[in-house]
């Protein structure tokens, strides 16, 4: 199948197939109430229409986002891109890119409700018709890229993180939930019109995922958090319910990071200075840094805490002058009371 007929069928299925989330045959679509506490009222206000027709499969949305430049990534109606823009501020700025203009037309029109609801002069929000192959960004200009079940549809997916990596600053950020798969996808199945536009068709298989950032020059993507998908349709399940699927939110880096977690007994300590996080800041899955307590850290982890936009929450001792080898990269067992912790 070419990726020109497998574009077009996933513009169909986006644009005329569904009219609505309740359309989708499988749970990659998350509810209201599965999204972090502090999103939940942002979304609430958001414009009915636009949650209507959302497909999103996660809350790609990190912390510490005031001011910065966020591009979405296959926005759709814009649900995402909206909640950044309360996030970023009026000093910051939002970019959402999708290739189905029927969901475009309704993002479009209510970004002077979206304005006028967080309370901007101006919309710091634009829109733009086009393929995440081919980004209409400039090098070097995005603090954030996030992304909401989007990435399984692209037919080159070596090519979209190219240019995701290639609009990043240095230190910043990859943050998406997406549809990943415990194996390859047969042929077959992936060029199958409706399990793609469910997300089942061109879902990430990890490994190659974690074999396609290496070689574009990023070594370490952290996991944040996993769910199990269910496929809800009979016949969906016949075709496809032997791959076992989950809803996967990463985050990674536009850093200089080792292959391996090495050990030069650096130490962060979590300032609790972001606001929806007081208490801890998770990294990843088995990074849960405690407001106040100093963490053990590897290289990587702290070059992503200490060289990135999250740097002024952070106080970081130590440096890569002295190796003492691999750092232990198992998530750590519950410590003994007042004793050290340390994980990666």
């Given at each position: 199948m070419s990726t020109i007929s497998e574009r077009d069928d996933v513009e169909r299925y986006y644009g005329e197939a569904l009219t609505s989330s309740a359309d989708l045959r499988t749970s990659a679509c998350c509810p209201a109430d599965a999204l972090p506490a502090h999103l939940r009222p942002i979304?609430?206000?958001?414009?009915?229409?636009?949650?209507?027709?959302?497909?999103?499969?996660?809350?790609?949305?990190?912390?510490?986002?005031?001011?910065?430049?966020?591009?979405?990534?296959?926005c759709g109606t814009g649900r995402d891109v909206y909640t950044a823009s309360k996030l970023v501020g009026p000093a910051g700025r939002v970019i959402g890119v999708d290739m189905t203009a029927e969901q475009l037309a309704v993002a479009e029109r209510h970004r002077d409700f979206h304005a006028e609801l967080w309370g901007h002069?101006?919309?710091?929000?634009?829109?733009?018709?086009?393929?995440?192959?081919?980004?209409?960004?400039?090098?070097?200009?995005?603090?954030?890229?996030?992304?909401?079940?989007?990435?399984?549809?692209?037919?080159?997916?070596?090519?979209?993180?190219?240019?995701?990596?290639?609009?990043?600053?240095?230190?910043?950020?990859?943050?998406?939930?997406?549809?990943f798969a415990d194996r390859r996808i047969a042929a077959d199945l992936a060029a199958d019109p409706v399990l793609r536009g469910e997300c089942l068709g061109g879902a990430l298989y990890w490994e190659d995922f974690r074999r396609l950032l290496n070689n574009?020059?990023?070594?370490?993507?952290?996991?944040?958090?996993?769910?199990?998908?269910?496929?809800?349709?009979?016949?969906?399940?016949?075709?496809?319910?032997?791959?076992?699927?989950?809803?996967v939110t990463v985050r990674a880096f536009k850093l200089d990071l080792e292959d391996r977690c090495e050990d030069y007994g650096q130490v962060a300590t979590y300032r609790g200075s972001i606001d929806e996080h007081p208490h801890r800041f998770e990294l990843d899955d088995h990074h849960s840094l405690e407001t106040g307590r100093p963490m053990l850290v590897c290289s990587n982890t702290a070059a992503m805490l200490s060289a990135t936009r999250y740097a002024p929450h952070f106080t970081m001792t130590g440096d890569t002058s002295t190796h003492f080898g691999l750092f232990d990269c198992a998530p750590a067992a519950a410590p003994a009371a007042g004793a050290a912790t340390g994980c990666c």
């Open positions: 979304v609430a206000e958001i414009h009915p229409e636009v949650l209507e027709r959302f497909y999103g499969c996660g809350s790609p949305l990190p912390p510490a986002l005031d001011g910065a430049t966020v591009l979405d990534l296959g002069e101006a919309s710091n929000v634009e829109f733009h018709h086009g393929r995440i192959e081919e980004l209409p960004v400039a090098d070097s200009t995005v603090d954030a890229v996030i992304s909401n079940c989007v990435l399984n549809l692209a037919a080159d997916k070596a090519v979209v993180f190219a240019e995701i990596f290639r609009v990043l600053k240095p230190g910043g950020e990859l943050y998406f939930s997406d549809v574009l020059g990023c070594a370490d993507a952290r996991v944040v958090s996993r769910s199990p998908i269910a496929i809800e349709d009979a016949a969906v399940e016949r075709a496809i319910g032997h791959v076992g699927f989950s809803s």
